[in-house]
Nanobody
């Protein structure tokens, strides 16, 4: 299984950016869920958003600004980032979990994910 994150770059405060996570290696019978995490300089990695076939979760600081979506035909998960702030500056990682979907209280726990992408840097600055 491989995850390829892309779409990062430099964006001005208030601007928008869309990250993509291309997933390969799962078979059609596999059930998996995807989450986006981020790690800002000097900070721990944190969960940003999660998606399975029926549920989406967001961390509080991005609710109403970020939207996660999934295109199963393309095996790709997106993170649309709107109204970005300097505090959104971080390396963004996508992660995949094989098996059962997660509930709201645990989706942000890194150890629950089996596969990780390489990360894409998002810098919010004027």
């Amino acid at each position: 299984v491989q995850l390829q994150a892309s779409g990062g770059g430099l964006v001005q405060p208030g601007g928008s950016l869309r990250l993509s996570c291309a997933v390969s290696g799962f078979t059609s019978s596999d059930y998996y869920t995807i989450a986006w995490f981020r790690q800002a300089p000097g900070k721990e990695r944190e969960g940003v958003s999660y998606i399975d076939d029926s549920t989406k979760f967001y961390t509080g600081s991005v609710k109403g600004r970020f939207t996660i979506s999934r295109d199963n035909a393309k095996n790709t998960v997106y993170l649309q980032m709107n109204s970005v702030k300097p505090d959104d500056t971080a390396v963004y990682y996508c992660a995949a979990r094989r098996g059962l979907r997660l509930i709201s209280s645990v989706w942000g726990q890194q150890e629950l994910y089996d596969y990780w992408g390489q990360g894409t840097l998002v810098t919010v600055s004027s």
